[in-house]
């Protein structure tokens, strides 16, 4: 099983990015496909996620409004899109997938990416 995230950059604060989740999932649709970031000296912390029932999404507080997920099923990823960013969402980003419904407990994830660096400049 593979993940890979791409999409990350650097931005100044007030601006965008899409990032990328390319998998080779089999039967992809019945996956949680989530978001986790870790900026530099803290914990990994989840971001968002699109869990395969009912089209379900969540997000950390600190992205609601701002950030968007959305799924393929077709191509076998997912997108996080990024809007007003701010310096706080500094970090390395890493898409994870778990079998059906996960949450935001990033141990109930069973694959990760590689991550991909976000930098919001002030």
């Known amino acids: 099983v593979q993940l890979q995230a791409s999409g990350g950059g650097s931005v100044q604060a007030g601006g965008s990015l899409r990032l990328s989740c390319a998998t080779s999932?089999?039967?992809?649709?019945?996956?949680?496909i989530g978001w986790f970031r870790q900026a530099p000296g803290k914990e990994r912390e989840f971001v968002s996620c699109?869990?395969?029932?009912?089209?379900?999404?969540r997000y950390a507080d600190s992205v609601k409004g701002r950030f968007t997920i959305s799924r393929d099923n077709a191509e076998r990823a997912v997108f996080l899109q990024m809007d007003n960013l701010k310096p706080e969402d500094t970090a390395i980003y890493y898409c994870?997938?778990?079998?059906?419904?996960?949450?935001?407990?990033?141990?109930?994830?069973?694959?990760w990416g590689q991550g991909t660096q976000v930098t919001v400049s002030s």
């Open positions: 999932l089999e039967a992809f649709s019945m996956y949680t």
């Open positions: 699109s869990m395969p029932s009912y089209g379900g999404t």
């Open positions: 994870a997938a778990g079998w059906r419904d996960k949450g935001t407990d990033s141990r109930r994830y069973t694959s």
